[in-house]
């Protein structure tokens, strides 16, 4: 099992010590001596101020990360009959026609029209590909589902490699839709 640090709140129950209530160093009621208070479990374990979010932020983000654990499984299963070199619309076509609409460059044109690390990837094997990129983003989701640890890169890498499988897939249009 994973080592999670401690985040619950501290109890209520914890006194506090009054400035004219201290201590001496052998635990009987006295004067204490000057100077600031050493470190240790108490300094640890102060309450947390109104202003503090520990509880909203773990939530959140797993929330999210479950979301995209979710999403990238789903593109993990469906990815080759869908968008894979034998799917309904593959992308590596859609990629390779976008790229003769903007006369045969990858530049921020097409950067921009379909933004997806595929650009920059190989095509040859596009099965393997979208996998690879479906199960990093399912590693990074299941990492902070997990652990509850994220940071602002984590998280941008995983809406890049979300946005890179989303922008491939193109625009669904029902078979069953009548003809004029």
Same mark, same amino acid.
């Not at 999670?4 to 209530?21: E, N, Q, S, Y």
């Not at 095509?123 to 902070?144: K, N, P």
């Not at 652990?147 to 669904?172: D, E, H, K, P, R």
């Given at each position: 099992?994973?080592?999670?640090?401690? +985040? %619950?709140? &501290?109890? =209520?129950? !914890?006194?506090?010590?009054?400035?004219?209530?201290?201590?001496?160093p052998d635990g %009987?009621?006295?004067?204490?001596?000057?100077? &600031?208070?050493?470190?240790?479990?108490?300094?640890?374990?102060? &309450?947390?101020?109104?202003?503090?979010?520990? #509880?909203?932020?773990i939530v959140l983000?797993?929330?999210?990360?479950?979301?995209?654990?979710?999403?990238?499984? @789903?593109?993990?299963?469906?990815? *080759?009959?869908?968008?894979?070199? *034998?799917?309904? #619309?593959?992308?590596?076509?859609?990629?390779?026609?976008? *790229? *003769?609409?903007?006369? $045969?460059?990858?530049?921020?044109?097409?950067?921009?029209?379909? &933004?997806?690390?595929?650009?920059? /990837?190989?095509?040859?094997?596009?099965?393997?590909? /979208?996998?690879?990129?479906?199960?990093?983003?399912? =590693?990074?989701?299941?990492?902070?589902?997990?652990? $509850?640890?994220?940071?602002?890169?984590? +998280?941008? !890498?995983l809406w890049l490699?979300?946005?890179? #499988?989303?922008? @491939? $897939?193109?625009?669904?249009?029902?078979?069953?839709?009548?003809?004029?």
């Amino acid at each position: 099992m994973l080592a999670v640090p401690d +985040m %619950a709140a &501290p109890m =209520a129950g !914890l006194r506090r010590r009054l400035p004219g209530r201290a201590r001496a160093p052998d635990g %009987a009621p006295g004067a204490a001596p000057p100077g &600031p208070p050493e470190p240790g479990p108490a300094a640890a374990a102060a &309450p947390l101020s109104p202003g503090s979010f520990w #509880l909203t932020r773990i939530v959140l983000l797993r929330s999210i990360a479950f979301l995209y654990s979710v999403a990238f499984l @789903v593109a993990f299963q469906q990815n *080759k009959q869908l968008i894979g070199e *034998k799917g309904l #619309l593959p992308c590596k076509l859609y990629l390779q026609d976008i *790229k *003769k609409y903007f006369k $045969g460059k990858v530049g921020l044109d097409a950067l921009s029209y379909a &933004p997806t690390l595929l650009w920059f /990837l190989d095509w040859s094997a596009m099965d393997s590909t /979208l996998d690879c990129l479906a199960l990093a983003g399912l =590693a990074g989701a299941a990492f902070v589902l997990l652990t $509850g640890c994220a940071n602002m890169v984590l +998280m941008f !890498l995983l809406w890049l490699l979300y946005l890179s #499988l989303v922008n @491939v $897939g193109q625009i669904w249009v029902g078979f069953d839709a009548p003809s004029h």
